[in-house]
């Protein structure tokens, strides 16, 4: 066998292809991860300038991106003032839902019985429109933000339940032979398998959780709420402020681009054997 020559193995022309694909991929990455979602901001944008532009439309029926901009800017105190607990109740629902999911889902896996019983009953509840139930948890909860987080957990809850189920379910069975053979425990088969296992899938309903948190929040302020995001919608509507009513809305929409964002941040941080995605 012949030995390896060092100079061919280290020469720089090698040395600059790798720097020079590597870069590229880079910047590929770059451009699909910031440019293309930039781009697309920008064609909406626009397209909605024209639209309103082009066939006159009234300010108060549907507002420029302009107008929207100023209001955000000349009125940013009152929508950051009506953020905060729209972002409160969001965030306190996103837990609680999501934590209860976790828990029964871990059930659901170690007892068929309760599985066969109970899932049916979280689906026909999830089947329920979400404006359905709001009336009913400010009736049983009062007018204070215990419905609203109650709400915005209900959202939540459901994509959790079933990806986790799913997750905790789908281990690799030459694994669990595996732990078998190891006399592993329930407790330590649930911990360092099942539970690794299940991340992708729990992470996956958290970002879509992240985002529906808000909407059931802002639904719950529909119902009845002095203050968030949706009374301010249900205001700026009754006062044909649609300027208001646009800042309003895209408020609603930065908060559940942020949540979502925090929540892809914390997977790529904590779910670190998941293979990368081609680019």
């Known amino acids: 066998m012949s030995a390896v020559n060092p100079s061919v193995a280290l020469s720089p022309e090698l040395l600059d292809d790798e720097t020079l694909a590597y870069r590229a991929a880079q910047r590929r990455r770059l451009w699909r991860n910031r440019v293309m979602p930039g781009l697309g901001i920008f064609i909406l944008l626009f397209a909605w300038w024209a639209i309103v532009t082009g066939f006159n439309v009234k300010p108060f029926i549907a507002p420029s991106p302009f107008l929207v901009l100023e209001t955000l800017y000349a009125k940013r105190a009152v929508l950051l003032d009506n953020m905060i607990p729209t972002a409160l109740e969001a965030a306190g629902g996103f837990f609680l839902g999501n934590f209860i999911a976790i828990v029964i889902a871990t059930i659901f896996v170690h007892n068929k019985t309760l599985n066969d019983i109970f899932f049916p ?70 911990f360092k398998l099942r539970l690794f296992n299940s991340l992708p899938y729990l992470f996956s309903a958290l970002r879509i959780s992240a985002s529906m948190a808000v909407i059931g929040a802002v639904v719950g302020e529909w119902i009845g709420a002095t203050r968030g995001i949706g009374a301010l919608i249900i205001q700026a509507t009754f006062n044909f402020d649609s300027a208001l009513l646009y800042s309003a809305i895209t408020m609603s929409a930065c908060l559940s681009g942020s949540f979502f964002l925090i929540v892809a941040v914390l997977e790529r941080s904590i779910v670190r054997w998941q293979p990368a995605q081609a680019h």
């Open 121 to 190: 009953v979280a689906l026909m509840l999830n089947s329920i429109p979400v404006v359905a139930k709001a009336p009913v948890l400010v009736l049983i909860m009062g007018n204070g933000v215990e419905p609203k987080i109650a709400i915005a957990a209900l959202v939540c809850f459901f994509p959790s339940l079933v990806n986790m189920v799913r997750g905790l379910e789908s281990v690799n069975p030459q694994a669990m032979e595996l732990m078998r053979v190891l006399s592993a425990s329930k407790t330590e088969v649930f």
